[in-house]
């Protein structure tokens, strides 16, 4: 049976390239928000929008940080890993800037958003604890053949990861 998943990530330039993998199918996700649903929802503010992030958390195992250039260090994306971790959900960053957008375009390599938040016990940036992968290949297409690949191991080895730093 597949694990379910939470999928964080910058919405914008991100989506088409988050759509790609989360259409894998080794692991089952929060279903897509439209536009409006997501102009809806930030139009509540604040409270709206973690209201919204916690429903959507709700009954998965891990959170699934799907990393373009400029994912790291975003309010959202911040507070999206902090409740994750909380909850007791394996956390795992996979960088996705390698894989095509709807244009035929790649984009840059970004910072790991795991070096952005601190693991309160401890006060050790969270990238000590949880991994973050970059995706073996020269081009879109291999990329996206080792997310396939390995996309259930990464979330697998995640969740054991915060399993062992209760």
């Known amino acids: 049976m597949a694990r379910r998943c939470f999928f964080s990530f910058h919405y914008k330039p991100d989506a088409a390239r988050a759509a790609q993998v989360r259409q894998i199918g080794s692991i089952e996700g929060n279903s897509p928000v439209s536009d409006n649903d997501w102009e809806k929802v930030t139009k509540g503010g604040d409270a709206s929008i ?3 992030i916690a429903n959507q958390m709700k009954g998965k195992s891990c959170a699934v940080v799907l990393a373009g250039s ?3 260090d975003r309010k959202w994306i911040n507070h999206e890993i902090n409740e994750a971790w909380k909850a007791g959900m394996g956390v795992v960053v996979i960088r996705i800037h390698g894989l095509k957008n709807l244009d ?6 970004g910072k790991n958003p795991l070096s952005f938040v601190m693991h309160s016990p401890t006060g050790k940036k969270l990238s000590s604890i949880a991994k973050c ?5 020269s081009n879109s297409k291999e990329r996206y053949a ?4 390995h996309l259930a191991n990464t979330v ?7 399993g062992e730093n209760d």
């Open 133 to 137: 992968y970059d995706p073996d290949g």
């Open 104 to 109: 035929g375009k790649v984009s840059a390599k």
């Open 70 to 72: 400029n994912t790291a």
């Open 156 to 162: 697998e080895e995640a969740i054991k990861i915060r």
């Open 146 to 149: 080792w997310i396939t690949k």
């Open 50 to 52: 973690k209201r919204w």
